[in-house]
């Protein structure tokens, strides 16, 4: 019992903790995604309308006499921005969760009007390259219209919906970079092997030449271009193992060190949208970690981490940047926002998203380490439930989606949700992660259903033997590639795992690899080293599709899929349904046929979460003292 009190200090009390409402975690917010506009004199942002998230537009501050812009009935808007002039609102959206984005324009001097398609292409997605700072009403978009697998630029006039391509893609670009002045100078080309080729030109005309050629594993990427123009600020792998921020000199093509850490990857650069100038960069460590170059910078952020114990985000700012819109994540206060004025030093609270959570209902998050299958270092998270002695407790693996991606430091709902139901909540980096350098990430390749599950399986172990989980009490969930990992958990460690949740993810590889989106197309050689070649690599796929290890699995599961899903095709989900149920198996299934890779619809979101609530309590919640236990029952 020695360690006891430190455990309670930092995950709560014993004390009765409220069940909250399965609403308040995953229904529409009240508010999110404040903007400023360049002017800085108004403010828009995301709210409900008729159930779906929609534009508001308000004076600075003003939240109470905001007037709603945008009218989306069917799907709900999730990001916006302002043009430069601040004339227009602008934003993207899909039908039904295909990822076909069209770009809208919405004009707040006439909320009653339609918003306009300005990427009409039927079957064509849209994605911004550029909003030119001196040109306001043009717009650089890459759209795959011609070729479904390629994006060429568009340069789009804004006022009127005028399109006229300005550069088509030779077949192996995937990303196109405009210098300081709005000119498309710089794309990064993907080509054989996974390799990345950046390429460069010196005005807005004429042929691209090869600057620089990357491995896949030294991790490429171009941020944007030096104030003078001269170079990119660029970050890179080569020579190290850790991702490190550096200038490409557009004649030489060579590196020159900004920054780096010896074990994690450079985040990002902080650039000015102003003058150009570089003001610090970003470390995603166990906490987001920031280094600030620019003397203003480091006061700003000084004086933003005394208002508030999250992590400090900066989310927008005015055509000066004088005036900011900052954000906090922290796991107990979600997104509280507030107004900061550079000149004054002056924070105003704004809003906080979902109002109703409150903080000390919420629950801590522990940054964990521990040896993978191998010994690798793996890192992750623990949340620990209130209400309950943190010991033996009925736990969830929680597997990100990426798997290129990595859990963060934060508020997660569903990590808080289960956490208030009783579970504790276990989250693993496993390897193959990113953030933790290229040889953590690469050490993940061909290891789907391999070593990527043993670093899983390693970190339920850790649980176990620290006295938090009981081991006869273990259930697996998670997302898109967590789906998968949840299915192959159950399939190749039947053992381990009393129930799993799959929510949109991969049971075959050699028809999920074969039904990519042809957009991917630049991508593909990547894709083919890193999981394996459908054509090249049957047996060894085979092996690795938790499909044809259906007859293994023997807890129960639950399979949630969107229709229009153009990642994960739904068939995904209905072959090992089938597989299962032919075999005998105990398996639940919810179709949407109006999303895609996740469910936007809040009605959509709290019909699976629910369903998902009463699953894991069927299998893991234990009875005490006749009843079911639940946090704050």
């Keep these: 019992m020695k360690h006891l009190v430190p455990l309670l200090l930092l995950f709560g009390s014993l004390a009765n903790a409220r069940e909250i409402p399965i609403k308040d975690f995953f229904d529409n917010p009240k508010i999110s995604s404040a903007s400023i506009s360049p002017d800085a004199k108004s403010y828009a942002f995301l709210a409900p309308d008729n159930n779906r998230m929609n534009v508001w537009v308000c004076a600075a501050g003003q939240f109470d006499k905001a007037r709603v812009i945008t009218h989306d009935k069917a799907r709900g808007i999730r990001s916006f921005s302002w043009t430069r002039d601040g004339k227009y609102v602008l934003y993207s959206q899909d039908q039904g969760g295909n990822e076909n984005f069209h770009i809208y324009r919405a004009d707040p001097s006439k909320p009653d009007a339609p918003a306009v398609d300005l990427t009409p292409e039927e079957g064509a997605r849209a994605e911004f390259v550029d909003l030119p700072r001196e040109r306001?009403?043009?717009?650089?978009v890459a759209i795959n219209a011609r070729d479904k697998r390629y994006f060429d630029v568009y340069r789009l006039r804004i006022s009127t919906g005028e399109l006229k391509m300005i550069q088509q893609n030779p077949g192996d670009i995937d990303s196109w970079h405009t210098d300081t002045n709005g000119v498309l100078r710089a794309a990064a080309a993907q080509i054989s092997g996974g390799r990345t080729e950046i390429r460069v030109r010196d005005s807005g005309e004429g042929p691209f030449r090869v600057l620089a050629t990357y491995t896949d594993e030294e991790d490429a990427s171009i941020h944007a271009f030096t104030k003078d123009g001269t170079a990119l600020y660029f970050s890179s792998a080569r020579g190290t193992n850790t991702s490190h921020l550096a200038t490409l000199d557009l004649k030489t093509g060579k590196e020159t060190l900004i920054d780096e850490d010896p074990e994690y990857d450079i985040d990002g650069p902080i650039i000015s949208d102003k003058t150009h100038e570089l003001l610090g960069v970003v470390?995603?460590?166990?906490?987001?970690?920031?280094?600030?170059?620019?003397?203003?910078m480091k006061k700003d952020l000084a004086l933003l981490e005394k208002v508030h114990d999250g992590d400090v985000l900066f989310r927008d700012s005015d055509a000066g940047e004088q005036h900011w819109i900052i954000a906090y994540n922290s796991?107990?206060?979600?997104?509280?926002?507030?107004a900061y004025d550079r000149a004054t030093g002056k924070t105003d609270f704004l809003y906080r998203p979902r109002p109703w959570l409150k903080p000390d209902e919420l629950v801590g998050m522990k940054p964990i380490s521990f040896p993978g299958g191998d010994g690798l270092a793996i890192h992750g998270y623990l949340s620990l439930p209130k209400g309950v002695e943190p010991k033996n407790l009925p736990t969830v693996l929680v597997v990100h989606g990426g798997p290129w991606a990595r859990d963060d430091w934060g508020y997660d709902p569903e990590a808080q949700f289960l956490c208030n139901r009783g579970f504790?909540?276990?989250?693993?980096?496993?390897?193959?992660?990113?953030?933790?350098?290229?040889?953590?990430?690469?050490?993940?390749?061909?290891?789907?259903?391999?070593?990527?599950l043993d670093d899983m399986v390693a970190g339920v172990d850790w649980a176990v033997a620290q006295g938090y989980s009981d081991k006869d009490k273990l259930g697996v969930y998670g997302g898109s590639y967590g789906g998968y990992a949840t299915l192959a958990a159950l399939a190749f460690r039947p053992a381990v795992f009393k129930c799993g949740v799959d929510y949109v993810g991969v049971s075959n590889l050699l028809t999920f690899m074969n039904t990519i989106p042809p957009y991917w197309e630049t991508y593909r050689d990547v894709m083919y080293r890193r999981v394996g070649n459908p054509k090249t690599d049957v047996a060894f796929l085979r092996s690795r599709s938790p499909l044809f290890a259906a007859d293994k699995i023997i807890a129960p599961l639950f399979i949630a899929q969107g229709f229009n899903d153009p990642r994960v095709n739904?068939?995904?989900?209905?072959?090992?349904?089938?597989?299962?149920?032919a075999a005998g198996k105990p398996v639940e299934y919810m179709v949407k046929m109006d999303e895609g890779h996740g469910f936007a619809n809040p009605e959509n979101?709290?019909?699976?979460?629910?369903?998902?609530?009463?699953?894991?309590?069927?299998?893991?919640?234990?009875?005490?003292?006749?009843?079911?236990?639940?946090?704050?029952?």
């Design 331 to 338: 796991p107990t206060d979600p997104g509280a926002t507030y």
């Design 283 to 296: 470390y995603n460590k166990d906490r987001m970690t920031y280094k600030m170059f620019d003397p203003q």
């Design 424 to 452: 504790a909540v276990l989250q693993v980096n496993y390897r193959g992660s990113t953030g933790y350098g290229k040889k953590f990430l690469h050490a993940g390749d061909r290891e789907w259903g391999g070593k990527m």
């Design 605 to 633: 979101r709290l019909d699976f979460y629910g369903k998902m609530e009463a699953f894991l309590a069927k299998y893991l919640l234990e009875k005490r003292g006749g009843a079911v236990h639940k946090s704050g029952a």
């Design 570 to 581: 739904h068939a995904e989900a209905e072959q090992i349904v089938k597989a299962l149920k």
């Design 136 to 140: 306001p009403d043009e717009a650089l």
